[in-house]
């Protein structure tokens, strides 16, 4: 893993997250704050999820101070998460600007609430932000289903049909 290939894979994070949000959009407040199970129960509880999820994780490796987990409260409508987004989005792409490939075998401790702290390495921190929010995507994508809303595919494939311009969306 290079610097180069964690770049792609947090342009695939905008991309995938970007997809999600504009389907959300079709909710109304009530179907976007309704606890139907999976994931972390809602639309909005589950993409405060992964937005917080990412920004302690950034955190972490060295980028900007989150401060406590998140709480979906503070968070009433799609608008309030997209503002928070743009910014995690902004925080992610100025880090990523200043590593070099040496710096993802920095080791980096930290905690899960347990006694004792790990160490990984920052690459693979990084990398294990970007795929945690994959899961919760694919939570986010059967929530809005069983709102009656189609996501679509947001595949890494896709992805990279579309930036290719091979397909479009």
């Known amino acids: 893993m290079n610097v180069d290939d964690l770049r792609s894979r947090y342009d695939y994070d905008r991309w995938a997250n970007a997809r999600l949000m504009s389907v959300s959009e079709r909710l109304t407040p009530e179907e976007f704050t309704r606890e139907i199970g999976g994931g972390k129960g809602s639309v909005r509880n589950t993409l ?10 950034l955190a972490r490796c060295g980028g900007p101070e989150r401060g406590p987990k998140l709480n979906p409260q503070d968070f009433p409508t799609l608008a309030s998460v997209k503002d928070a987004w743009k910014q995690v989005d902004q925080h992610m792409i100025d880090f990523l600007a200043t590593l070099s490939d040496e710096d993802l075998q920095r080791t980096i401790a930290f905690s899960l609430d ?39 595919d947001i595949d ?14």
């Open 48 to 57: 405060v999820h992964i937005l917080s999820a990412e920004s302690g994780w």
């Open 156 to 169: 890494l494939l896709i992805h990279y049909a579309e930036k290719r311009g091979m397909i479009a969306w």
């Open 114 to 152: 347990g006694p004792e702290p790990l160490k990984m390495p920052l690459g693979e921190m990084m990398e294990h932000a970007a795929n945690h929010a994959v899961h919760h995507r694919g939570q986010v994508s059967l929530i809005l289903r069983m709102l009656g809303q189609e996501p679509g």
